[in-house]
């Protein structure tokens, strides 16, 4: 039942992956209108936290590399975009998708900190 929990949080981690990859290097004219008004660098943080609590908890036993994975995740994105002629590359978002994984990473040993141990999980 375990192995089900952690195949279906990296099947998310992945298809979460997959949609911010596809959402961000999409031009403009082609991204579904904002359904609410939130600032740019609020969306970056959020996306970036989504992103890390599922991958925090998707590879518990790769912590770092998760982070690490991440951050040069978000780095290559905002690369990427800025080569492309239709978005901007911004070191600021880069910023504010570093916020969100330190804020999901704080979040997540927190979490981690008050659930007490189970000898059986894997």
């Known amino acids: 039942m375990k192995s089900n929990k952690k195949w279906l949080l990296q099947l998310m981690f992945w298809g979460t992956v997959v949609t911010v990859t596809v959402l961000s290097l999409l031009p403009g004219d082609y991204l579904p209108p904002i359904a609410f008004n939130v600032w740019d660098k609020a969306q970056h943080?959020?996306?970036?936290?989504?992103l890390s609590v599922l991958g925090l908890n998707s590879y518990h036993n790769s912590i770092v590399r998760v982070v690490i994975g991440l951050l040069i995740y978000g780095a290559t994105i905002e690369v990427v975009q800025a080569a492309t002629g239709w978005r901007y590359g911004d070191w600021q978002d880069w910023l504010a998708n570093a916020v969100g994984v330190a804020l999901a990473y704080?979040?997540?040993?927190a979490a981690k900190s008050t659930v007490k141990p189970n000898n059986k999980e894997s």
């Open 45 to 50: 943080a959020l996306g970036f936290l989504l």
């Open 106 to 109: 704080r979040l997540w040993r």
